[in-house]
Nanobody, 127 residues
Framework: VQLQASGGGLVQDGGSLRLSCTAS????????VGWFRQAPGKEREFVAA????????AYADSVKGRFAISRDSMKNTVYLQMNSLKPEDTAVYYC?????????????????????WGQGTQVTVSS
């Protein structure tokens, strides 16, 4: 599985952006696609994830109610809609895929479950 992330940019505090993560190859229902982010000087952290079958999603507490993850199987793409953006959301955002088929929802946040990573896309929120 190869992943291509896009959609980052510069936005003002309170603004919105939609990130896209397009996968090459056939995605199976048990696959999980997640978004992670890394701010300057900080460790990479979990943002959100979705199982390709759409039966399960997970969010970091810091983005609940503001971000929404979804997927379009026709386009082989997972989206991260980010609303009410804050300066602390500034980071490089990465999408990743877990093709093991063995990950339960409570482990969606675990970075080591994801074997396939796309390049990052920069999101900058100005105050």
């Amino acid at each position: 599985v190869q992943l291509q992330a896009s959609g980052g940019g510069l936005v003002q505090d309170g603004g919105s952006l939609r990130l896209s993560c397009t996968a090459s190859g056939r995605m199976q229902s048990r696959y999980v696609v997640g978004w992670f982010r890394q701010a300057p000087g900080k460790e990479r952290e979990f943002v959100a994830a979705i199982r390709w079958s759409r039966d399960s999603t997970a969010y970091a507490d810091s983005v609940k109610g503001r971000f929404a993850i979804s997927r379009d199987s026709m386009k082989n793409t997972v989206y991260l809609q980010m609303n009410s953006l804050k300066p602390e959301d500034t980071a490089v955002y990465y999408c990743a895929a877990d093709a093991s088929g063995r990950t339960i929802v409570s482990s969606f946040h675990s970075e080591n479950r994801y074997a396939h990573w796309g390049q990052g896309t920069q999101v900058t929120v100005s105050s």
